[in-house]
């Protein structure tokens, strides 16, 4: 889960998952107390729902290989996760896998706080690079070497009130909500919406609250539809396109304009109006999905509309990544390439949160097909639009908090999309001139 809504529920989870992964797995021995059990040290950030189900497969994973103990550790999501892998690599003291989100790849140290993937042993698992969607498969990569194992990724969706959508006629026969393509196609949708509602804003997305980046997640989604781009793919140089920026931020203020998205609305608020029927859509990560059903909200579940000329949306992608370690245990290396093709080929499991599986043979199987409205976004794994490759972007990122704030104003009306975008340019000349923080060698 991504949101800032799984904050509290991550550091209850945060304590209890490692003692858990033991208990639910029948795995009740601890390493190092007369067991045979290989142990591989695991690290991740996942909480709320992700963590359940994440807790889940260890746990199947235990039953199945009785030979290997997984202890989990569940650290606090965001700045602190990356800090803490960073130091632990550099160090060359680190667990054997952790979970990582994919845009931070190339900022942290890869080499030096992180290993290569070996792909012997990803093969001998039988993992194989055709298996995994093309650019998330590339960006794993580092100057040509494999540094992460692609687990999902987490793109901007559209959710949408069923009972609203079919109320305003913006249904098919089959039930789903009719595509739009374009930005008529699109304001026509939200102005029947808003009629239907009475004149409340049809659309809501995080705009406001402490480090917010919904504005950012909307803008980078449409900003690439259109082909534009914010740095040179060796980090060196920023290549923003200042009209097709401006497009961009133009479309949105004028849904702020029209009222037809909401412009006071903090993260918790957004998904709130959505659950009880106030809006008829929400823009949002993938991961809303569980608490949404459970709250029994009539929904469903979109790709993030065609606006400006592709269906490219704003993610991010969960990887496998293996911090630095000074020497590595033979033994414990190959149960942990067990541990993580296990995972992989397991991922429709894990796609009951939303997330859409990187491995291209699960979007084929019965039961992620089975998964509504989880499946009903899937064509959108080979059309992500990832964040550039510097150390200051990714999922908690300084890039996405700077372009969020300036955006915000914009949608609100505040500022022009001329004062936004200078605001953000500025946060991105003096994000690239500042150095990286993180520890660039062992020791």
């Not at 990803?122 to 990569?141: C, M, Q, T, V």
Request: with cysteine.
């Amino acid at each position: 889960m991504e949101g800032s809504s799984s904050v509290s529920r991550r550091h209850l989870l945060g304590g209890t998952l490692a003692l858990l992964g033991a208990g639910a797995a029948g795995c009740a021995i601890p390493i190092g107390l007369g067991s045979a059990q290989r142990r591989v040290r695991y690290w991740h950030f996942l909480g709320a729902s992700d963590g359940i189900i994440m807790n889940r497969m260890v746990g199947a994973f235990a039953k199945a290989n009785p030979d290997i103990f997984v202890e989990e550790n569940v650290l606090a999501w965001g700045e602190p996760y990356y800090t803490k892998i960073a130091m632990a690599g550099a160090g060359g003291r680190s667990p054997d896998l952790a979970t990582f989100h994919l845009a931070r790849l190339s900022g942290i140290g890869a080499g030096r706080i992180l290993d290569p993937i070996n792909l012997d042993l990803l093969a001998k698992n039988g993992l194989r690079a055709a298996d995994f969607s093309p650019p998330i498969w590339e960006r794993a990569h580092i100057d040509g070497e494999l540094y992460a194992v692609p687990f999902d990724a987490h793109p901007m969706v559209q959710y949408y009130n069923t009972d609203i959508s079919r109320k305003a006629g913006l249904l098919g026969a089959d039930g789903k909500l009719k595509p739009t393509t374009g930005t008529d196609e699109l304001l026509a949708m939200l102005r029947t919406a808003k009629n239907t509602l009475g004149g409340k804003p049809p659309l809501v997305f995080d705009m406001l609250g402490l480090g917010t980046v919904g504005p950012w997640r909307v803008w980078e989604s449409l900003y690439a539809q259109s082909g534009g781009t914010l740095v040179s793919d060796d980090g060196a140089r920023i290549t923003l396109d200042d009209a097709k920026a401006l497009d961009v931020l133009r479309f949105m203020q004028l849904l702020g304009k029209e009222g037809l998205c909401g412009t006071r609305t903090d993260y918790g608020a957004s998904v709130a109006a959505f659950t009880n029927g106030e809006a008829a859509f929400l823009w949002n990560g993938d991961w809303e999905t569980t608490g949404l059903k459970e709250r029994k909200t009539p929904f469903s579940m979109a790709r993030f509309p065609n606006v400006f000329g592709s269906g490219a949306a704003q993610a991010d992608c969960h990887s496998f990544v293996l911090p630095h370690q000074r020497s590595r245990d033979p033994e414990t290396e190959e149960a942990t390439y067990r541990f993580i093709a296990y995972l992989v080929k397991h991922s429709a499991d894990w796609a009951v949160a939303g997330h859409v599986p990187a491995y291209l043979p699960a979007l084929e199987e019965p039961s992620y097909l089975a998964l509504q409205p989880q499946s009903e976004y899937r064509s959108v794994i080979t059309e992500v639009a990832l964040d550039p490759k510097v150390w200051f972007a990714g999922s908690a990122s300084r890039l996405w908090i700077e372009f969020g704030g300036a955006f915000s104003p914009v949608i609100s009306g505040s500022k022009t999309p001329e004062q936004g975008l200078e605001t953000a340019k500025q946060a991105l000349r003096r994000l690239m001139s500042a150095p990286n923080p993180f520890p660039v060698k062992e020791g």
